[in-house]
T-cell receptor, first 110, second 115 residues
């Protein structure tokens, strides 16, 4: 069935540390994997995405890795800052729709 | 370009009533998807419209319906409201080509409360 699992559900780190969020998907035909950040009371905002023709993509402090064989992908945030605190959602396209993970609430303590 | 807009931003209804929500995509975007966001279920796909046709549908009952107009604006309707329909309803628009690997841009959402 259509399923994206995301772990952990909550993550607390000290400012300056790294944060890693992992997702697995079920449909081997999925070829697009975006990550969204949602601050309290705001809309989800795309922070990075990866398509299946690459294994890694980086944008400043944020990177995403994709392992198509294992059907999992991960978000890496380095040198975390308090403004990184938010809920992060992974997603995978399956059957023409975006299926989202349950979200990870990241808290960065100063 | 202006972003995705949704109206109204907040709605309070009672059980049994119906509600219509509106979404205006980014200018030039032709695909609009709708999602329901709740604390327990996360973001769940409702349906997607492209060129006035429903192209994909999620696993929601028939009380949830939608449509898209020739200018790409979309509406969703929920009939016979239930308490469990209380949620943030988000729409997202996708670029001109609207392929499955295109970025989706979200609107601010409509917060629906059913009493």
């Amino acid at each position: 069935g259509e399923n994206v699992e995301q772990h952990p559900s909550t993550l607390s780190v000290q400012e300056g540390d790294s944060a890693v969020i992992k997702c697995t998907y079920s449909d081997s035909a999925s070829n697009y994997f975006p990550w969204y950040k949602q601050e309290l009371g705001k809309r989800p905002q795309l922070i990075i995405d990866i398509r299946s023709n690459v294994g890694e993509k980086k944008d400043q402090r944020i990177a995403v890795t994709l392992n198509k064989t294992a059907k999992h992908f991960s978000l890496h945030i380095t040198e975390t800052q308090p403004e990184d605190s938010a809920v992060y959602f992974c997603a995978a396209n399956q059957g023409g729709k975006l299926i989202f993970g349950q979200g990870t609430e990241l808290s960065v303590k100063p | 370009k202006a972003g995705v807009t949704q109206t109204p931003r907040y709605l309070i209804k009672t059980r049994g009533q119906q509600v219509t929500l509106s979404c205006s995509p980014i200018s030039g975007h032709r695909s609009v998807s709708w999602y329901q966001q709740t604390p327990g279920q996360g973001l769940q796909f409702l349906f997607e419209y492209f060129s006035e046709t429903q192209r994909n549908k999620g696993n929601f009952p028939g009380r949830f319906s939608g449509r898209q107009f020739s200018n790409s604006r979309s509406e969703m309707n929920v009939s016979t409201l239930e308490l469990g329909d209380s949620a943030l309803y988000l729409c997202a628009s996708t670029s001109v080509l609207a392929s499955p690997t295109d970025t989706q841009y979200f609107g601010p959402g409509t917060r629906l409360t059913v009493l």
